[in-house]
């Protein structure tokens, strides 16, 4: 919460969240130059929040050695919260530095903090063993987190089904999406996503495919670049060509921005089948559809 900031800080803290969504670094190396002598003078809440915006800029661009220089100047000012802990997990967990994120985690008062917060403490983690596919650390994470008294939410079961499909244990699958339902949490957007790579993509059945389509689309989820992405990638797979069309045509007329990007995907799958009149037909399309957003943006 930024409002009982100082004017100074405040400022400071929107120009280095602004500057960061632009990649302007070299604007947030001029802004921290300028704060430096300023530091001193600035309680402790205004430098937490000040450094924790810089680690969440620095963090998302996954530079380490400014992340860590950062983190060490805020701990020797010993302005630490669990803020900047969860920034830290994040980014050593984005990263894959399983030892770092336990650390963190060791230094982190679990007792003392907000079962939503503790949760979202927890999913990071476990979306930490994820990255590295460590299932039997996510297995006994989870453990933890239930005898905690921590509600599982969609975030950990969305993590859970990215990890056991990334090693094709289906059985877990089933077991986690019955129990999500059991528990009353609706599959999300990347719940279908996920399930859609796995009966699509890593374990290609068509008819469980198309019954977790029809799922989707009674539950009123639309598509996106992602789910769209990975039907292409389904379909090329599984030779739907008749299907392949179907979603080119669906793209030509969505809202989406970046359609190029899934008209590359569907060339790729065209052009390994040697289907040329289709690549033609795709490129042709895909610089249309660039030229408008070019205009369209203009």
């Not at 503790?118 to 460590?134: D, H, P, Q, S």
């Not at 045509?249 to 790729?268: A, I």
Request: hydrophobic share 40%.
């Amino acid at each position: 919460d930024r409002k009982s900031l100082s004017p100074d800080a405040s400022t400071y803290c929107q120009m280095v969240d602004g500057y960061g969504k632009a990649k302007r670094f070299d604007a947030i190396e001029a802004i921290v130059e300028r704060c430096k002598p300023e530091l001193s003078t600035w309680n402790k809440r205004d430098l937490t929040v000040f450094y924790n915006a810089l680690l969440n800029v620095y963090g998302k661009a996954q530079n380490l050695q400014k992340v860590e220089a950062f983190y060490q100047e805020l701990r020797e000012k010993d302005g630490v919260n669990d803020v900047t802990h969860s920034t830290m997990l994040n980014v050593y967990g984005q990263m894959g530095y399983i030892e770092k994120v336990e650390e963190i985690m060791g230094n982190m008062d679990m007792k003392t903090m907000a079962k939503d917060q503790k949760c979202i403490v927890y999913n990071t983690m476990l979306n930490a063993y994820r990255k590295v596919g460590n299932a039997e650390k996510a297995e006994e994470l989870l453990g933890k987190m239930r005898a905690d008294g921590v509600a599982i939410d969609a975030v950990t079961y969305n993590i859970l089904f990215m990890l056991y499909i990334r090693s094709q244990q289906m059985e877990k699958v089933e077991e986690l999406m019955a129990e999500m339902k059991a528990q009353g949490i609706d599959p999300s957007h990347h719940t279908y996503a996920y399930l859609i790579r796995l009966h699509g993509v890593e374990l290609p059945d068509e008819n469980e495919l198309e019954r977790v389509l029809q799922e989707m689309r009674q539950k009123g989820i639309g598509g996106s670049l992602v789910i769209y992405g990975f039907l292409i990638d389904a379909y090329g797979k599984l030779k739907r060509f008749d299907k392949l069309n179907e979603l080119m045509e669906e793209v030509e007329r969505s809202g989406f921005k970046n359609k190029v990007e899934l008209l590359t995907r569907l060339l790729v799958v065209y052009q390994a089948e040697e289907k040329h009149d289709m690549v033609d037909k795709i490129v042709d399309t895909a610089i249309a559809t660039k030229k408008h957003e070019l205009d369209t943006e203009f």
